[in-house]
T-cell receptor
Framework: AQSVTQPDIHITVSEGASLELRCNYSYGATPYLFWYVQSPGQGLQLLLKYFSGDTLVQGIKGFEAEFKRSQSSFNLRKPSVHWSDAAEYFC????????????FGTGTSLTVIP | EAQVTQNPRYLITVTGKKLTVTCSQNMNHEYMSWYRQDPGLGLRQIYYSMNVEVTDKGDVPEGYKVSRKEKRNFPLILESPSPNQTSLYFCASARERANQPQHFGDGTRLSIL
């Protein structure tokens, strides 16, 4: 069965520090991977996506993610975190080959301290 | 402006009183979906639709109905709401299939007393 695991429920980082949010997925076919960000009281906004090709993808707001097929991972990174990055982050797998559903991780809540 | 519009944004109601949450998109997307978001559980797909008159169950469809009579609209119907359906609901659309990024509405906070 398809699933997405985000092992870190909550992460706290200092402003200016680097960030890595972990995501592992289980999907038998070609994965279509997404990271979304949800600011308090808001809907979800797409940060970046991976379909194929270069395994390091760049997104908005200075975020990047690396797809590692051997580890079934799609970790999100940012070299220097800003206070405005405080939000909830969701990793998502799209499954067009097995029913066309989307599967979300449980999310990682990011707190940024000055 | 490309957007997904949900109404209402907030609703408090009582057990058993039928309600409908509307969702409309202006991007001519074929794929539309409903999710519920609960603390510690992330977003779970309720129903989705690949096109007009085509709907499929997601992971948590019990107690919900949907319809897709027009391409732009995808209402979520709770015919007999119960307190365990108290949640934050999101509608989303994507261009064609589950290999495309989704556009999300701003959410509907439902409280069933």
């Amino acid at each position: 069965a398809q699933s997405v695991t985000q092992p870190d429920i909550h992460i706290t980082v200092s402003e200016g520090a680097s960030l890595e949010l972990r995501c592992n997925y289980s999907y038998g076919a070609t994965p279509y991977l997404f990271w979304y960000v949800q600011s308090p009281g808001q809907g979800l906004q797409l940060l970046l996506k991976y379909f194929s090709g270069d395994t390091l993808v760049q997104g908005i707001k200075g975020f990047e993610a690396e797809f590692k097929r051997s580890q079934s991972s799609f970790n999100l990174r940012k070299p220097s975190v800003h206070w405005s990055d405080a939000a909830e982050y969701f990793c998502t797998v799209g499954a067009p080959d097995t029913g066309n559903q989307f599967y979300f991780g449980t999310g990682t809540s990011l707190t940024v301290i000055p | 402006e490309a957007q997904v519009t949900q109404n209402p944004r907030y609703l408090i109601t009582v057990t058993g009183k039928k309600l409908t949450v509307t969702c409309s998109q202006n991007m001519n997307h074929e794929y539309m979906s409903w999710y519920r978001q609960d603390p510690g559980l992330g977003l779970r797909q309720i129903y989705y639709s690949m096109n007009v008159e085509v709907t499929d169950k997601g992971d948590v469809p019990e107690g919900y109905k949907v319809s897709r009579k027009e391409k732009r609209n995808f209402p979520l119907i709770l015919e007999s709401p119960s307190p365990n359906q108290t949640s934050l609901y999101f509608c989303a659309s994507a261009r064609e299939r589950a290999n495309q990024p989704q556009h999300f509405g701003d959410g509907t906070r439902l409280s069933i007393l």
